[in-house]
């Protein structure tokens, strides 16, 4: 039609012009409907829009119903004759007989209405979006039709514009909204409503991939007929089986229909009589895909330019939100790392002060107890309850060796290449039965030696401290506790992830693992789980996971923890392979002893604390050994030129001025290849002192039993 019919046509259309100028959207389409009823008498008119991803229902505008508006409602269109107008785009004219073409119309039979006119309205890609219609309860004249039918046409462009942006504007104004929620869960639940919503069908999921489950996503949040699923939020899914593992190397996967028989594993498309499925893959900045949504449906999914559009406003604003979900996860994981950083350092300062103090006033007591159980007669009163101190002083001693191993990873023994497999099965047949309290420990050790450079009595202490405390995380009943060892490599994404040890060396390393299925911890709990006295446990006293972040620091590697409320944790401790083979020696409990033989009978002790040097001397004497002290290193060398030689000397490691380690290289100036055992309550390697050749002095940690000292020194 050209302008000069289409004028010709407005004169004749009995409608206001000026006054439908003057308006737009829903007031236009309200305003339009109603002159159209008035002017050529209809007692049905209607402007109606497609809902969103279907094409079998109509989401009316605007009314007139014998004089009424009848506001927004919805209705089925397969049996009317909407749904040919909107399929085939073309005006579709009854001036009769209307119930004879479509007898399953029930509103047209209980109306009883005999004419129909209806006319598509299309979006600017010529896509129908809706439809203009109007009814009446006679018959009307076939020119009067075909007129009202011209009219319509005139206007639909102008009303179909005006469809396409109210339906436009409404899914906009959702999303200017944005995740309004206080958290990240909070943000994707709004996003899975919204997406649901402003998509009309029956679900909306969210999910992201897992890095080190490339096979399996987790579901951040799901909306179900406008309802929050909760229950199903970070559900772990195998990709397998399901239609988002078509999402691989695709922009998009649809499944128009037949999604149930497509996937017949999936009981919950049938449960949620669900028919149709469009998942949609989400990258990050360098295109990698770190997650999905997917829209599904109880009908056939189409798609427009309109819904594509939507879709893709959907894909940025998740896309935004789940980078941002991870980016603060690595700001988290960085600041957790960096805080038990500060806390090692801080804290391991501060214990291995204490440590070192303490332990001297416990060598004190402990040689002093024995001293005074060897000088008492047999069945003395006095004995038990001596005994007694001795076990305390035993409980104080692990203590305190717990907290010299948060300050430094233990004693000053050194690192040799050692079986993790052979330290593992060593360490848990130590393990009393009463200690594992009704659990059972399952090994799963990787075929084969697995070396690295290790301590293993650091690392044996390591793996009990785990396994104890699995064992306690599980409680009462039964459960698994899992030691698990592998040989793997982290790439650089996982080494990001580590709570310690993100700058550990690139390449092959060794897993230790120790997975419990206790109740599991959330994560304010595991941020603090390796603070020195940071407990759950009533009577616990919160050193065994600050020793094991020190073992793990001095084994320069590094450590992970994968644990969620009410399924369990799992401790993973890595260090770096080499591929030397073990030496027995460097596994064994300590360095090769010196040998000694029963002619040591001269000995020089050596300690600047005087009670901890005369019970060593003490109980040397109960041997039958000549004793000379000396309270340091010009003490010692004094009493060497002035008395010796000696068979042997016990110095401590720690003392003013010059140490333990200087004074021996002193002495054996003096008398070559001097037999000597070291002491300390903080011990500090002989290779870390500057004296590498002194590297398999025996050293005693303090406080130590008469036997322990009469091996070092006798053996």
Not at 169 to 193: D, H, M, W
């Amino acid at each position: 039609m050209d302008a000069a019919g289409a004028a010709a046509l407005g004169e004749s259309s009995r409608l206001d012009l000026e006054t439908l100028a003057c308006l737009s959207g829903l007031e236009f389409c309200q305003e339009f409907v109603d002159q159209l009823a008035q002017a050529y008498g209809a007692d049905l008119v209607t402007v109606g829009e497609l809902k969103v991803m279907e094409t079998e229902r109509i989401k009316v505008l605007a009314s007139w119903f014998d004089g009424l508006q009848l506001g927004d409602f919805e209705y089925e269109a397969c049996v009317t004759p909407c749904h040919d107008v909107v399929l085939s785009g073309d005006p579709h004219v009854f001036p009769c007989g209307v119930q004879e073409l479509y007898p399953d119309d029930e509103m047209f039979i209980e109306e009883g209405i005999q004419s129909y006119v209806g006319v598509a309205l299309k979006n600017a890609d010529g896509e129908a979006i809706g439809l203009v219609q109007a009814s009446w309860r006679y018959e009307i004249d076939d020119a009067l039709a075909q007129h009202i039918a011209a009219v319509m046409q005139q206007f639909a462009p102008r009303l179909g514009a005006e469809t396409a942006g109210l339906q436009t504007l409404a899914t906009l104004s959702v999303l200017a909204e944005g995740p309004s929620g206080t958290s990240a869960r909070e943000a994707f639940r709004q996003l899975a409503g919204q997406l649901q919503g402003a998509l009309k069908v029956r679900s909306a999921f969210i999910a992201e991939c897992l890095g080190d489950k490339p096979g399996c996503f987790r579901v951040l949040a799901c909306c179900f007929e406008g309802q929050q699923m909760e229950e199903v939020e970070d559900t772990v899914v195998p990709f397998d089986g399901t239609p988002c593992a078509y999402l691989k190397g695709r922009e998009k996967f649809l499944v128009p229909d037949g999604l149930q028989e497509a996937f017949p594993e999936q009981a919950q498309f049938r449960s949620q009589n669900l028919h149709s499925y469009l998942g949609i893959p989400l990258t990050d900045m360098k295109g990698r895909v770190i997650g999905h949504f997917a829209l599904q449906h109880d009908r056939e999914i189409k798609q427009r330019k309109l819904e594509t559009d939507l879709i893709a406003l959907f894909a940025a604003r998740i896309g935004l939100e789940l980078r941002r979900r991870k980016a603060e996860r690595r700001r988290a994981r960085a600041e957790e790392a960096l805080l038990i950083k500060r806390k090692t350092e801080s804290l391991g300062l501060l214990a291995g002060t204490i440590a070192h103090d303490f332990n001297n006033l416990l060598a004190s007591m402990q040689g002093r107890a024995e001293l005074a159980l060897a000088h008492l007669e047999a069945a003395h009163p006095a004995q038990g309850h001596l005994q007694v101190v001795e076990q305390g002083l035993q409980a104080s001693a692990l203590l305190v060796r717990q907290l010299l191993n948060y300050a430094k990873g233990g004693g000053s023994r050194e690192q040799g290449p050692c079986d993790l497999n052979g330290i593992v099965q060593e360490t848990m047949a130590l393990v009393p039965v009463e200690r594992k309290m009704g659990k059972q420990v399952v090994l799963d050790l990787e075929e084969g030696a697995l070396t690295a450079q290790m301590d293993p009595s650091q690392v044996g202490q390591l793996l009990l401290n785990l396994v104890f405390n699995a064992a306690e995380a599980i409680g009462p009943g039964a459960g698994i506790v899992t030691v698990t060892t592998r040989k793997t490599s982290l790439s650089d994404a996982e080494r990001r992830k580590l709570l310690k040890g993100r700058n550990m060396p690139a390449g092959a390393c060794l897993l230790l693992e120790v997975r419990d299925t206790g109740s599991g911890m959330g994560r304010e709990t595991v941020t603090r789980i390796f603070d020195p006295f940071f407990t759950t446990k009533p009577g616990g006293r919160g050193l065994g996971m600050a020793a094991a972040l020190g073992i793990i620091s001095r084994h320069q590697g590094g450590l992970a923890v994968e644990s969620r409320e009410g399924e369990g944790s799992a401790f993973r401790f890595y260090f770096p392979a080499c591929t030397a083979e073990p030496v027995a020696e460097a596994c064994a409990a300590g360095p090769p002893a010196q040998r000694r033989g029963a002619e040591i009978r001269r000995i020089l002790v050596v300690d600047d604390e005087e009670t901890v040097r005369r019970a060593v001397a003490g109980l040397l004497q109960l041997r039958g050994c000549e004793v000379l002290q000396a309270d340091g290193y010009d003490a010692a060398l004094a009493q060497l030129q002035a008395a010796g030689p000696f068979d042997g000397a016990v110095i401590d490691m720690s003392m003013p001025g010059r140490g333990g380690w200087e004074t021996l290289a002193g002495l054996r100036k003096i008398q070559p290849g001097l037999k000597a055992v070291m002491m300390s309550g903080f011990a500090i390697s002989a290779v870390a002192a500057g004296f590498p050749d002194l590297s398999r002095v025996p050293v005693l940690d303090k406080p130590f039993t008469k036997e322990k000292l009469y091996k070092a020194v006798f053996t």
